[in-house]
């Protein structure tokens, strides 16, 4: 097997997890919180998408499918475009109303697309390449990927453990 059909299996196991946990949620049920100031359902699964979303299209030099193909605009969040979730405050939170958990599946399929496109144009060789030398060691094409992926699954677990514990 090769690293980027390893990568790919990854991929489609969050997009699968992702559908599972949405599957037949009510729109009420994406906004609640299981006490002040923790995240809730929606904010979870739109932050992981919009953070995948980012970094790959970083990464593969591309927009992000965001913007590139109207969810930001479908979505009418009172956030900036670029907003991915990350160091939001409880109130920022709170304004992640997302209209339906239809339409972040609609998203999830788009970034997934778009994931799955750029991997299957990975080689092994590809993964050593350095994208972000802001860090000390500087962060390889390899390691964004999979950090992505860290942070897809915590907060896939996350939401899904929060579906279970309001009974949604």
Same mark, same amino acid.
């Given at each position: 097997?090769?690293?980027?059909?390893?990568?790919?299996?990854?991929? !489609?196991?969050?997009?699968?997890?992702? +559908?599972?946990?949405?599957? =037949?949620? +009510?729109?009420?049920?994406?906004?609640?919180?299981?006490?002040?100031?923790?995240?809730?359902?929606?904010?979870? %699964?739109?932050?992981?998408?919009?953070?995948? *979303?980012?970094? %790959?299209?970083?990464?593969?030099?591309?927009?992000?499918?965001?913007?590139?193909?109207?969810?930001?605009?479908?979505?009418?969040?009172?956030? !900036?475009?670029?907003?991915?979730?990350?160091?939001?405050?409880?109130?920022?939170?709170?304004?992640?109303?997302?209209?339906?958990?239809?339409?972040?599946?609609?998203?999830?399929?788009?970034?997934?697309?778009?994931?799955?496109?750029? /991997?299957? =144009?990975?080689?092994?060789?590809?993964?050593?390449?350095?994208? *972000?030398?802001?860090?000390?060691?500087?962060?390889?094409?390899?390691?964004?990927?999979?950090?992505?992926?860290?942070?897809?699954?915590?907060?896939?677990?996350?939401?899904?453990? /929060?579906?279970?514990?309001?009974?949604?």
């Amino acid at each position: 097997m090769r690293s980027r059909d390893l990568l790919l299996y990854a991929y !489609d196991q969050v997009r699968e997890t992702l +559908a599972g946990t949405l599957e =037949g949620l +009510a729109p009420d049920a994406l906004e609640r919180r299981a006490a002040p100031d923790t995240n809730p359902i929606g904010w979870l %699964v739109w932050h992981l998408l919009r953070v995948q *979303d980012d970094h %790959v299209a970083d990464v593969a030099g591309t927009e992000q499918v965001w913007t590139a193909q109207g969810f930001a605009g479908r979505f009418a969040l009172p956030l !900036d475009d670029a907003a991915t979730g990350y160091g939001m405050s409880s109130e920022e939170v709170a304004a992640v109303r997302v209209p339906s958990a239809e339409l972040l599946l609609e998203y999830s399929e788009a970034v997934h697309a778009r994931t799955a496109e750029f /991997l299957r =144009g990975l080689s092994d060789d590809d993964l050593d390449r350095v994208v *972000d030398r802001r860090w000390d060691p500087p962060v390889t094409l390899g390691v964004r990927l999979v950090s992505v992926l860290s942070d897809d699954l915590q907060h896939l677990g996350q939401a899904a453990y /929060l579906r279970g514990l309001l009974g949604a």
